[in-house]
């Protein structure tokens, strides 16, 4: 995957963030069924070095009784990563929207004087 040597640190390619959140997604609409609305409490606990040896990692879903699922995904016998989808959740008011964003003037800095 050429695409992941950009996502390098000091010559170690790890695995994105983007990669637990997706494949939780992805577990939740094949295994729970509907389509979740929130991601919450993601965690990036330790890295994940990918390497030409193959990288095993295990996922476990650990469904609540308020319909929240936990996922838990380890490498060997640490922790990557956790993070909890909430199925059917309502937009809060502290969605984050772009248009507002943009809508909003902004200062701009020099950097000059840093």
């Given amino acids: 995957m050429a695409y992941l040597g950009d996502h390098a640190v000091q010559d170690a390619v790890l695995l ?7 494949t939780a997604l992805r577990l939740q609409r094949e295994f729970f069924g ?12 330790a890295p994940v070095v990918l390497s030409a040896e193959d990288t095993r990692l295990e996922v476990e ?15 060997g ?15 809060s008011q502290d969605t984050f929207s772009v ?4 809508a909003v003037p902004r200062e701009t800095l020099e950097s000059g004087a840093y």
């Fill in 99 to 102: 248009d507002d964003f943009r």
């Fill in 34 to 45: 509907g389509s979740p609305a929130r991601v919450r409490n993601a965690v990036f606990h």
């Fill in 77 to 91: 016998e640490g922790q990557a990563a956790t993070l909890e989808i909430e199925p059917g959740a309502a937009a």
């Fill in 16 to 22: 994105p963030g983007a990669f637990y959140v997706a």
């Fill in 61 to 75: 879903a650990r469904p609540r009784e308020d319909g929240v699922t936990e996922y838990v995904f380890r490498e």
